[in-house]
């Protein structure tokens, strides 16, 4: 539970807003921008970068720029990404302008195609080279897109995240769960975008904003980055008698938290909350204690509190994590061939493959988040009064891993963590996590009526055997 | 010489209703009736079918009335649920100027001024139960009436929760055309009849586990100092063994009653426990220690996110009388040591003190928080003619001078 001491309310931060600049890069990431205007962002930030100009003369943006004239000749990258690249490398120049002079960059882009794909880790560096703080927020292509352009975007985000402070993804597959069932494609996508839109000016905010409590800016890039992670964004915004809740209760729903599950493996989750003058104390701390309810005791919280004028009478949330294998954890994999568990950290997870091509000279990679707040492999939610380092036994008899309640994390495993997108070398010892059997089509038997009993974020009404991966013959 | 009182405590429970008719004299109370019968509409301590919980309910009353030969008016009533929480609080009072002297005003206005606390928009307060008083600055006060000072402060516990999660039990009630006299806290009524002073005042955590909720009550001192609830109970249980070893509910809650145990290691390798046949449901045979791991499973894990719970605080550290375990799942074999095991301290196996009439009633441990109403009722009502409000209260929830309370 948090609790938030009237001092440090009191303390009130005069950092100016920070400058930041939005690049929408390809197709898909002009798109992002279009929605983003709508949204109500400043034109100005905002510039389009293409190789395709009948994409860029539809864009709303005001500053367009078109890349490889020479190289497509207006026509697009024709979902090649070595072209998306060579046209980045013969426009670089006017890149580097583009993305000089601001503090904070984001990249937007879809991957999978050639522009966003080949163009984005390039600007992405520039900018980096700028010296401003890079941000790129990427869509992966649906799986039914085939396996080439998951190949591709693949290639295109470990090049990203080689380059970029922090990485968020949006998968595509996911999009269903951001409009009902019924709604056209279109506003699927325009859900995603403004999803997108969304996280943009929360991460600005969170960075920038003149805020009540500020979180630090190492905290957030450790809170966001984790090396082959997905990251997890919910956005919430209400009025009314019940707000700061409805917002919470909103930006859980997201599909990208799935429904507030995937925050029980988060090692650390920011929350941004942001309000009018009349925001009151009592508000924020209902809620927090609420959500404090969707999150393990380990998990390191970090909340942003701004109070803007602009917004009275209503509160927006957002909140931002993520989750994945963290750089080189050291955990010993309890063996327990059936159950998924987490196993150590491989050096790399089977779908980093390296990309012939990256010849290039690196940018050194960003330093690894040192120290995990918590010693212990962070995604595993482990079992109660679990203590640091799990070099305990690997014990063999199932009924002694589920008892072993003590250092050796028993993985209660919450029901959904997700499978990183098509695990190509699916085999054996893969350091990504199998998919959890989804626990909806069992019924809550006696408990069907009643709302779960959620407690360091797992929810007790599942067995606890279940749980506890205790196998029952 | 007082005036004997006939006080009726209503328990809608997650396994059962009740209803405790007791008579108070003095100190002194004597469980004249119970009415029981088995609850449906209700889960984890709150009701879920409404008109079904009022039909078990009219019931219970009914059953009570005709054994206890009264007509029952009034009900003092007990509520739980996962969205009970609670916290600590002083409240403060000045005295005017022109005055010296502390008055009982004073208290009920420190006590107004604790009850002005920010809670969440959607919750209401249960009680606010006193600790201790500060006279400018003094500790230690235990009645500050009469006292020359002008700066009254108190600690507080308050308990608090979700408006209409309590309110319905409340409606419950009303529609019947009954009074409801006051709603108390589950978990703290059980605590009430379930320690004596003594053990209050050297400290002690009481757990009433029933079928729906986890109550517990932490007690430091003589005062109350942590409470809650934990949304997990004897229907976990059953639950996970009706899952695990698929078999109906029903047949599930008997074979725990009839067959479990929380320890591990005390059946003989490959013992099995045979399932007769019944219309339904196919005989089996099962493992009496697997029967008995997913049981222990469970208890361990309720114990130890309780302890995590009460660890937030240093409150347990100071419960010199250790932990007292009431509530229908203490009666599983075993649990008292695995208690024990997890808290790392003496563990009691208790049921309702110093009271006197139906055996049977106040000497079983799922009576305690039913009992405990009407002890509650006993304080409550003593201000009628009796000691203040404020300083019955008191009382009561100190345990101190020496009174049974």
């Known amino acids: ?85 060579e046209a980045a490398i013969e426009s670089e120049a006017e890149l580097s302008k583009a993305v000089e002079g601001v503090p904070l960059v984001f990249v937007v882009a879809g991957l999978g195609g050639g522009t966003g794909s080949g163009a984005a880790p390039l600007i992405a560096r520039k900018a980096r080279e700028a010296g401003a703080l890079t941000v790129a927020l990427v869509t992966l292509p649906f799986s039914f897109e085939g396996r080439r352009r998951a190949d591709q975007a693949e290639a295109a985000l470990e090049r990203l995240e080689a380059c970029c402070h922090s990485v968020v993804c949006f998968e595509n597959d996911r999009m269903g769960e951001t409009v009902s069932a019924r709604a056209g494609v279109h506003e699927a996508f325009a859900a995603t975008d403004r999803l997108i839109s969304e996280a943009i000016r929360a991460i600005a905010g969170i960075v920038g904003r003149p805020g009540l409590i500020r979180i630090g800016l190492d905290e957030l890039l450790a809170a966001l980055r984790h090396r082959g992670a997905r990251c997890l964004f919910g956005f919430g915004e209400s009025g009314g008698d019940n707000r700061v809740h409805d917002a919470f209760a909103e930006a859980l729903r997201s599909p990208l938290l799935d429904r507030g599950r995937m925050l029980a493996d988060a090692s650390a989750v920011v929350v941004s ?163 959890e059997m989804q626990f909806e089509p069992i019924s809550r038997g006696r408990f069907e009526k009643s709302e779960p009993t959620l407690e360091g974020g797992q929810d007790l009404d599942v067995p606890t055997f279940l749980r506890r991966n205790f196998r029952i013959r | ?29 004597k469980i004249l009736a119970v009415g029981e019968i088995p609850s449906s509409g209700v889960r984890k301590g709150e009701i879920v079918d409404f008109d079904n919980a009022k039909e078990c309910v009219r019931e219970a009353l009914s059953i ?71 006279v400018d600055g003094q500790e230690g006060v235990v009645n500050p009436v009469g006292m020359s000072g002008h700066r009254l402060e108190a600690d507080f516990h308050v308990i608090h929760g979700v408006a209409t999660r309590i309110q319905n039990p409340i409606r419950c009630v009303k529609e019947l055309n009954l009074e409801v006299e006051d709603v108390v806290l589950s978990g703290l009524a059980s605590a009430l009849v379930v320690l004596d002073h003594s053990d209050k005042k050297m400290g002690a955590l009481v757990i ?61 390798p490959g013992e099995t426990i045979v399932l007769r046949d019944e219309p339904g449901f196919a005989g089996r045979e099962i493992e009496r220690e697997t029967l008995n791991t997913i049981i222990h499973l469970r208890l361990r894990e309720t114990f130890e996110f309780l302890k995590r719970r009460l660890e937030k605080e240093p409150f347990l550290h100071y419960a010199g009388a250790g932990v007292f375990l009431t509530g229908g799942c203490s009666l599983l074999p075993g649990i008292g040591s695995l208690a024990e095991e997890v808290f790392g301290m003496p563990v009691t196996l208790t049921h309702a003190q110093n009271v006197s009439g139906i055996t049977s009633a106040f000497q079983n441990p799922r009576y305690s928080a039913a009992i405990g109403l009407v002890k509650y009722g006993q304080a409550v009502a003593g201000d009628r003619g009796g000691p203040s409000f404020i300083e019955t209260i008191t009382r009561l929830f100190r345990g101190r001078a020496g009174r049974n309370a």
């Open chain 1, 273 to 435: 909350l942001s309000g009018g003058p009349d925001l009151r104390l009592a508000e924020i701390e209902g809620a927090m204690g609420e959500f404090g309810r969707h999150i393990n005791d380990r998990t390191q919280l970090l909340l942003g509190l701004g109070v803007d004028p602009a917004q009275a009478g209503r509160v927006s949330v957002a909140i931002l994590s993520s989750v994945g294998a963290p750089v080189a954890a050291p955990v010993a994999a309890p063996e327990r061939a059936p159950a998924p568990a987490p196993v150590a950290a491989a050096p790399s997870p089977p779908r980093r493959k390296r990309p012939p091509a990256i010849a290039r000279e690196p940018l050194a990679p960003p330093p690894a988040p040192s120290p995990e707040p918590e010693p212990e492999e962070p995604v595993l939610p482990e079992a109660i009064g679990a203590e640091a380092g799990s070099d305990e036994s690997p014990a063999p008899a199932p009924l002694a891993a589920a008892l072993s309640l003590d250092p050796a994390p028993l993985a209660p495993v919450p029901p959904a963590p997700r499978v990183p997108p098509p695990a190509k070398s699916s085999e054996k010892a893969a350091p990504a996590r199998q998919e």
């Open chain 2, 64 to 134: 009570a009335e005709d054994r206890g030969d009264v007509q029952i008016e009034n009900v003092f009533l007990g509520v739980t649920g996962g969205h009970v929480q609670s916290f600590n609080y002083r409240g403060r009072a000045d005295i005017p100027q022109d005055r010296d002297e502390i008055e009982e005003q004073d208290l009920e206005d420190v006590e107004a001024n604790a009850r002005e606390v920010s809670l969440p928009p959607s919750n209401t307060i249960l009680h606010t139960v006193t600790q201790h008083y500060y």
């Open chain 2, 1 to 29: 010489m007082g005036k004997e009182q006939i006080l009726v405590g209503l328990e809608v429970g997650t396994a059962k209703v009740c209803v405790v008719v007791a008579e108070a004299r003095d100190d002194l109370l």
């Open chain 2, 208 to 268: 009433d586990m029933g079928a729906g909720t986890t109550d517990y009550i932490v007690y430091n001192d003589g005062v109350v100092k942590q409470s809650g609830v934990l949304a997990v109970g004897g229907d976990h249980v059953t639950n996970d063994i009706a899952m695990g070893l698929r078999i109906p509910s029903q047949r599930a809650g008997r074979l725990k009653e009839e067959e479990g145990n929380a320890l591990l290691g005390n059946s003989l």
């Open chain 1, 1 to 85: 539970m948090i609790s938030l001491e009237p001092e440090t309310l009191a303390r009130i931060d005069r950092m100016e807003p920070v400058e930041f600049r939005v690049i929408g890069v390809g197709g898909a990431g002009a798109n992002v921008l279009d929605r983003a205007v709508l949204d109500g962002f400043a034109k100005e930030r905002l510039a389009v970068v293409n190789t395709d100009v009948q994409s860029l003369s539809a864009s709303v943006a005001l500053d367009k720029l078109q890349i490889g004239r020479e190289v497509t000749r207006g026509l697009g990258a024709g979902g090649d990404p070595d072209l998306g690249e």
